[in-house]
Protein backbone atom coordinates (compact mmCIF):
# COMPACT_ATOMS: atom_id res chain seq x y z
CA UNK A 1 0.00 0.00 0.00
CA UNK A 2 2.76 2.45 1.04
CA UNK A 3 4.66 2.19 -2.32
CA UNK A 4 1.36 2.62 -4.29
CA UNK A 5 1.39 6.04 -5.60
CA UNK A 6 -3.25 5.34 -6.66
CA UNK A 7 -2.99 4.20 -2.40
CA UNK A 8 -0.67 7.14 -1.63
CA UNK A 9 -3.00 9.87 -3.61
CA UNK A 10 -5.97 8.95 -0.77
CA UNK A 11 -4.02 8.90 1.97
CA UNK A 12 -3.25 12.53 1.60
CA UNK A 13 -6.65 13.19 2.89
CA UNK A 14 -5.71 11.98 6.37
CA UNK A 15 -1.36 12.72 5.71
CA UNK A 16 0.16 16.15 4.92
CA UNK A 17 2.35 14.45 2.18
CA UNK A 18 5.67 11.91 3.25
CA UNK A 19 8.38 14.62 3.48
CA UNK A 20 9.05 17.33 6.23
CA UNK A 21 8.93 20.26 3.69
CA UNK A 22 5.21 19.33 2.56
CA UNK A 23 4.29 19.46 6.44
CA UNK A 24 5.90 22.90 6.98
CA UNK A 25 4.01 23.98 4.30
CA UNK A 26 0.71 22.59 5.20
CA UNK A 27 1.62 23.86 8.67
CA UNK A 28 2.32 27.60 7.37
CA UNK A 29 -1.18 27.49 5.67
CA UNK A 30 -3.25 26.59 9.10
CA UNK A 31 -1.11 29.06 10.57
CA UNK A 32 -2.37 31.59 8.41
CA UNK A 33 -5.81 30.31 9.31
CA UNK A 34 -5.30 30.37 12.77
CA UNK A 35 -4.51 26.92 13.50
CA UNK A 36 -1.29 25.60 15.54
CA UNK A 37 -0.37 21.97 14.82
CA UNK A 38 1.21 18.76 16.00
CA UNK A 39 3.55 17.63 13.88
CA UNK A 40 3.65 13.50 13.81
CA UNK A 41 6.73 11.82 12.10
CA UNK A 42 4.62 8.79 10.91
CA UNK A 43 6.06 4.96 11.64
CA UNK A 44 5.57 3.22 14.98
CA UNK A 45 6.59 -0.18 16.04
CA UNK A 46 10.55 -0.02 14.57
CA UNK A 47 12.32 -2.77 14.18
CA UNK A 48 15.33 -2.77 16.09
CA UNK A 49 17.06 0.56 18.20
CA UNK A 50 19.06 1.37 15.03
CA UNK A 51 15.73 2.57 13.47
CA UNK A 52 14.61 4.04 16.56
CA UNK A 53 18.00 6.24 16.93
CA UNK A 54 16.73 7.23 13.27
CA UNK A 55 13.17 8.16 14.19
CA UNK A 56 14.74 10.17 17.16
CA UNK A 57 16.69 12.15 14.82
CA UNK A 58 13.99 12.66 12.39
CA UNK A 59 12.63 14.41 15.05
CA UNK A 60 15.29 16.20 16.34
CA UNK A 61 15.34 17.90 13.03
CA UNK A 62 11.70 18.09 12.63
CA UNK A 63 11.83 20.47 15.91
CA UNK A 64 14.82 22.82 14.47
CA UNK A 65 13.01 22.98 11.17
CA UNK A 66 9.86 24.04 13.23
CA UNK A 67 11.59 26.33 14.94
CA UNK A 68 13.73 28.12 12.05
CA UNK A 69 10.65 28.36 9.66
CA UNK A 70 8.90 30.59 12.46
CA UNK A 71 5.76 28.11 12.26
CA UNK A 72 6.17 27.25 15.89
CA UNK A 73 3.66 24.22 16.80
CA UNK A 74 4.78 21.20 18.44
CA UNK A 75 5.52 17.20 17.35
CA UNK A 76 3.53 14.24 18.54
CA UNK A 77 5.79 10.89 19.15
CA UNK A 78 4.87 7.18 19.66
CA UNK A 79 6.97 5.63 21.94
CA UNK A 80 6.75 2.30 19.86
CA UNK A 81 8.69 4.12 17.38
CA UNK A 82 11.39 5.04 20.17
CA UNK A 83 12.26 1.57 20.36
CA UNK A 84 9.84 0.52 23.58
CA UNK A 85 9.52 -3.33 22.22
CA UNK A 86 13.38 -3.53 22.87
CA UNK A 87 14.64 -1.22 25.35
CA UNK A 88 12.49 0.82 28.02
CA UNK A 89 16.47 2.99 28.88
CA UNK A 90 17.36 3.50 25.41
CA UNK A 91 13.87 4.33 24.79
CA UNK A 92 13.71 7.13 27.72
CA UNK A 93 17.06 8.35 26.77
CA UNK A 94 15.58 8.99 23.21
CA UNK A 95 12.61 10.81 24.22
CA UNK A 96 15.26 12.83 26.75
CA UNK A 97 16.92 14.28 24.07
CA UNK A 98 14.28 15.50 22.51
CA UNK A 99 12.05 17.35 25.70
CA UNK A 100 15.49 18.62 26.11
CA UNK A 101 16.20 20.25 22.62
CA UNK A 102 12.24 21.13 23.05
CA UNK A 103 13.16 22.92 26.36
CA UNK A 104 15.76 24.84 24.76
CA UNK A 105 13.29 25.73 21.70
CA UNK A 106 10.85 26.60 23.47
CA UNK A 107 7.97 23.72 22.40
CA UNK A 108 6.48 20.52 23.59
CA UNK A 109 6.64 17.09 22.83
CA UNK A 110 3.41 15.53 23.60
CA UNK A 111 3.75 11.69 23.66
CA UNK A 112 0.79 9.39 22.00
CA UNK A 113 -0.87 6.93 23.47
CA UNK A 114 -1.20 3.56 21.96
CA UNK A 115 -2.27 -0.09 23.25
CA UNK A 116 -3.10 -1.24 26.22
CA UNK A 117 0.18 -3.07 26.63
CA UNK A 118 1.89 0.24 26.68
CA UNK A 119 -0.03 2.20 28.45
CA UNK A 120 1.89 2.14 32.18
CA UNK A 121 5.50 2.39 30.98
CA UNK A 122 4.13 5.19 28.54
CA UNK A 123 2.75 6.87 31.96
CA UNK A 124 5.93 6.24 33.87
CA UNK A 125 8.22 7.11 31.00
CA UNK A 126 6.60 11.01 31.02
CA UNK A 127 6.11 11.32 34.67
CA UNK A 128 10.08 10.45 35.13
CA UNK A 129 11.04 13.08 32.19
CA UNK A 130 8.43 15.29 33.15
CA UNK A 131 10.02 15.53 36.85
CA UNK A 132 13.18 16.93 35.15
CA UNK A 133 11.88 19.06 32.07
CA UNK A 134 8.29 20.50 31.95
CA UNK A 135 7.50 20.41 28.57
CA UNK A 136 6.80 16.67 27.57
CA UNK A 137 2.73 15.98 27.81
CA UNK A 138 0.68 12.25 27.28
CA UNK A 139 -2.47 10.95 26.42
CA UNK A 140 -5.30 9.17 28.30
CA UNK A 141 -8.25 7.60 26.24
CA UNK A 142 -11.48 7.75 27.97
CA UNK A 143 -12.65 4.08 26.83
CA UNK A 144 -9.64 2.73 29.43
CA UNK A 145 -11.61 1.76 33.06
CA UNK A 146 -8.00 3.10 34.41
CA UNK A 147 -8.30 6.57 32.85
CA UNK A 148 -9.95 8.31 35.81
CA UNK A 149 -7.69 7.09 38.41
CA UNK A 150 -4.40 8.14 35.55
CA UNK A 151 -6.03 11.95 35.36
CA UNK A 152 -6.33 12.77 38.76
CA UNK A 153 -2.51 11.54 38.95
CA UNK A 154 -1.34 13.56 36.14
CA UNK A 155 -3.68 17.03 37.40
CA UNK A 156 -1.71 16.76 40.65
CA UNK A 157 1.51 16.47 39.05
CA UNK A 158 0.62 19.39 36.69
CA UNK A 159 1.07 17.22 33.67
CA UNK A 160 -0.56 18.35 30.46
CA UNK A 161 -3.26 16.01 29.20
CA UNK A 162 -4.73 15.61 25.96
CA UNK A 163 -7.91 13.70 26.49
CA UNK A 164 -8.93 11.88 23.35
CA UNK A 165 -11.59 8.96 23.13
CA UNK A 166 -8.90 5.91 21.90
CA UNK A 167 -8.42 4.70 18.65
CA UNK A 168 -7.36 0.62 19.57
CA UNK A 169 -9.60 -2.11 19.31
CA UNK A 170 -9.05 -3.12 23.42
CA UNK A 171 -10.77 -6.24 25.03
CA UNK A 172 -14.41 -5.72 27.75
CA UNK A 173 -11.25 -6.38 30.31
CA UNK A 174 -9.96 -3.03 29.98
CA UNK A 175 -12.74 -0.71 28.05
CA UNK A 176 -15.42 0.07 27.69
CA UNK A 177 -17.45 -1.57 24.63
CA UNK A 178 -20.21 0.67 24.12
CA UNK A 179 -19.64 4.34 22.79
CA UNK A 180 -22.21 5.76 25.00
CA UNK A 181 -20.00 4.62 28.34
CA UNK A 182 -16.64 5.82 26.44
CA UNK A 183 -18.73 9.40 25.80
CA UNK A 184 -20.04 9.28 29.05
CA UNK A 185 -16.05 8.99 30.51
CA UNK A 186 -15.04 11.47 27.93
CA UNK A 187 -17.17 14.28 29.42
CA UNK A 188 -16.23 13.41 33.13
CA UNK A 189 -12.64 13.38 32.67
CA UNK A 190 -12.55 16.56 30.48
CA UNK A 191 -14.42 18.00 33.64
CA UNK A 192 -12.04 17.07 35.72
CA UNK A 193 -9.34 18.46 33.31
CA UNK A 194 -10.83 21.68 32.43
CA UNK A 195 -11.22 22.21 36.76
CA UNK A 196 -7.64 20.51 37.83
CA UNK A 197 -5.24 19.81 34.64
CA UNK A 198 -2.55 21.74 33.52
CA UNK A 199 -3.50 23.04 30.05
CA UNK A 200 -5.54 20.25 28.84
CA UNK A 201 -6.14 19.49 25.13
CA UNK A 202 -9.48 18.17 24.58
CA UNK A 203 -9.49 16.24 21.29
CA UNK A 204 -12.40 14.80 19.30
CA UNK A 205 -14.24 15.67 16.20
CA UNK A 206 -17.32 14.62 18.29
CA UNK A 207 -19.80 18.16 18.03
CA UNK A 208 -21.45 16.37 21.58
CA UNK A 209 -18.01 16.81 23.27
CA UNK A 210 -17.51 19.85 22.16
CA UNK A 211 -20.38 21.23 23.08
CA UNK A 212 -19.76 19.83 26.73
CA UNK A 213 -16.59 21.62 26.73
CA UNK A 214 -17.44 24.91 25.47
CA UNK A 215 -20.31 24.66 28.60
CA UNK A 216 -18.42 23.68 30.94
CA UNK A 217 -16.03 26.31 30.04
CA UNK A 218 -18.18 28.63 29.88
CA UNK A 219 -20.32 27.65 33.38
CA UNK A 220 -16.62 28.31 35.06
CA UNK A 221 -15.54 31.11 33.84
CA UNK A 222 -12.50 29.88 31.70
CA UNK A 223 -10.80 31.81 29.43
CA UNK A 224 -10.85 30.48 26.20
CA UNK A 225 -6.61 30.51 25.93
CA UNK A 226 -6.97 28.34 29.55
CA UNK A 227 -7.13 25.02 27.21
CA UNK A 228 -7.32 23.86 23.39
CA UNK A 229 -9.44 21.81 21.13
CA UNK A 230 -7.51 19.38 19.15
CA UNK A 231 -8.64 17.30 15.90
CA UNK A 232 -6.37 15.40 13.32
CA UNK A 233 -5.34 16.63 10.12
CA UNK A 234 -8.36 16.36 7.04
CA UNK A 235 -11.53 15.67 9.74
CA UNK A 236 -14.18 17.66 10.04
CA UNK A 237 -13.14 20.91 8.74
CA UNK A 238 -16.24 22.63 8.97
CA UNK A 239 -15.80 22.08 12.96
CA UNK A 240 -12.58 23.02 12.68
CA UNK A 241 -13.16 26.75 11.04
CA UNK A 242 -16.44 26.88 13.45
CA UNK A 243 -13.98 26.47 16.49
CA UNK A 244 -11.69 29.07 15.26
CA UNK A 245 -14.21 31.71 13.99
CA UNK A 246 -15.76 31.31 17.69
CA UNK A 247 -11.90 32.38 19.21
CA UNK A 248 -11.15 28.63 20.75
CA UNK A 249 -7.60 27.53 20.29
CA UNK A 250 -7.25 24.79 17.94
CA UNK A 251 -3.98 22.78 17.28
CA UNK A 252 -4.14 20.16 14.06
CA UNK A 253 -2.73 16.58 14.73
CA UNK A 254 -0.44 16.53 10.71
CA UNK A 255 1.24 13.24 10.22
CA UNK A 256 3.87 13.10 7.54
CA UNK A 257 5.80 10.47 6.27
CA UNK A 258 6.23 7.21 3.82
CA UNK A 259 5.17 5.07 6.67
CA UNK A 260 1.14 6.00 6.61
CA UNK A 261 -0.37 2.72 6.49
CA UNK A 262 -1.58 2.08 10.51
CA UNK A 263 -2.43 5.82 10.64
CA UNK A 264 -4.41 5.43 7.65
CA UNK A 265 -5.90 2.36 8.55
CA UNK A 266 -7.32 3.92 12.10
CA UNK A 267 -8.89 6.59 10.35
CA UNK A 268 -10.57 4.12 7.74
CA UNK A 269 -12.04 1.97 10.77
CA UNK A 270 -13.10 4.51 12.85
CA UNK A 271 -15.66 5.59 10.28
CA UNK A 272 -17.23 2.99 8.01
CA UNK A 273 -18.65 5.86 5.91
CA UNK A 274 -15.01 6.34 5.18
CA UNK A 275 -14.11 2.73 3.57
CA UNK A 276 -16.91 3.38 1.13
CA UNK A 277 -15.15 6.89 -0.05
CA UNK A 278 -11.84 4.64 -0.26
CA UNK A 279 -13.75 1.99 -1.83
CA UNK A 280 -15.86 4.40 -4.42
CA UNK A 281 -11.94 6.30 -5.52
CA UNK A 282 -10.24 2.76 -5.97
CA UNK A 283 -13.46 2.09 -8.68
CA UNK A 284 -12.41 5.55 -10.24
C1 LIG B 1 -5.49 15.46 18.06
C2 LIG B 1 -5.82 14.03 18.28
C3 LIG B 1 -4.87 13.18 18.82
C4 LIG B 1 -5.18 11.84 19.06
N1 LIG B 1 -4.24 11.05 19.69
C5 LIG B 1 -4.58 9.79 20.02
C6 LIG B 1 -3.72 8.97 20.80
O1 LIG B 1 -2.63 9.38 21.21
N2 LIG B 1 -4.11 7.71 21.09
C7 LIG B 1 -5.32 7.21 20.68
O2 LIG B 1 -5.64 6.07 21.00
N3 LIG B 1 -6.14 7.96 19.92
C8 LIG B 1 -5.81 9.23 19.58
N4 LIG B 1 -6.68 9.99 18.85
C9 LIG B 1 -7.84 9.35 18.17
C10 LIG B 1 -9.06 9.30 19.07
O3 LIG B 1 -8.84 8.40 20.12
C11 LIG B 1 -10.31 8.84 18.27
O4 LIG B 1 -10.08 7.59 17.74
C12 LIG B 1 -10.71 9.77 17.16
O5 LIG B 1 -10.48 11.11 17.48
C13 LIG B 1 -12.21 9.62 16.84
O6 LIG B 1 -12.97 9.92 17.97
P1 LIG B 1 -13.85 11.27 18.12
O7 LIG B 1 -13.58 11.84 19.45
O8 LIG B 1 -13.60 12.18 17.01
O9 LIG B 1 -15.34 10.77 18.22
P2 LIG B 1 -16.22 9.77 17.34
O10 LIG B 1 -17.44 9.52 18.17
O11 LIG B 1 -15.41 8.60 16.89
O12 LIG B 1 -16.57 10.64 16.09
C14 LIG B 1 -17.36 11.81 16.17
C15 LIG B 1 -17.51 12.40 14.78
O13 LIG B 1 -16.24 12.83 14.30
C16 LIG B 1 -16.09 12.56 12.92
N5 LIG B 1 -14.99 11.58 12.74
C17 LIG B 1 -14.35 10.91 13.73
N6 LIG B 1 -13.38 10.13 13.21
C18 LIG B 1 -13.41 10.31 11.88
C19 LIG B 1 -12.66 9.77 10.80
N7 LIG B 1 -11.67 8.91 10.99
N8 LIG B 1 -12.98 10.17 9.54
C20 LIG B 1 -13.97 11.06 9.33
N9 LIG B 1 -14.73 11.60 10.32
C21 LIG B 1 -14.45 11.23 11.57
C22 LIG B 1 -17.40 12.03 12.45
O14 LIG B 1 -18.19 13.12 12.02
C23 LIG B 1 -17.99 11.42 13.72
O15 LIG B 1 -19.38 11.32 13.70
C24 LIG B 1 -6.43 11.33 18.66
C25 LIG B 1 -7.39 12.20 18.13
C26 LIG B 1 -7.12 13.52 17.95
C27 LIG B 1 -8.18 14.42 17.42
Not at 23 to 37: F, H, Q, W
Not at 187 to 193: D, P, S, W
Not at 241 to 270: C, I, N, S, T
Request: hydrophobic letters at 40%.
Amino acid sequence: METSSAARRLATRFVAGETLDQALSVSRRLKDEGITVTLDHLGESVTGLEEAAEARNVYLHTLDAMHDSGIGGNVSLKLTQFGLDFSYDQCLANVEQLVRRADALDSFIRVDMESTQYTQRTLDLVEDLHARYPRVGVVIQSYLYRSKADVEKLCGLRIRVRLCKGAYLEPQTVAFPNKEDVDRSFVELMKILLDRGEYPAIATHDPAMIDAAKAHAAARNLPKDAFEFQMLYGIRRDLQAQLVREGYRLRLYVPFGKAWYPYYMRRLAERPANLLFMLRNLFR
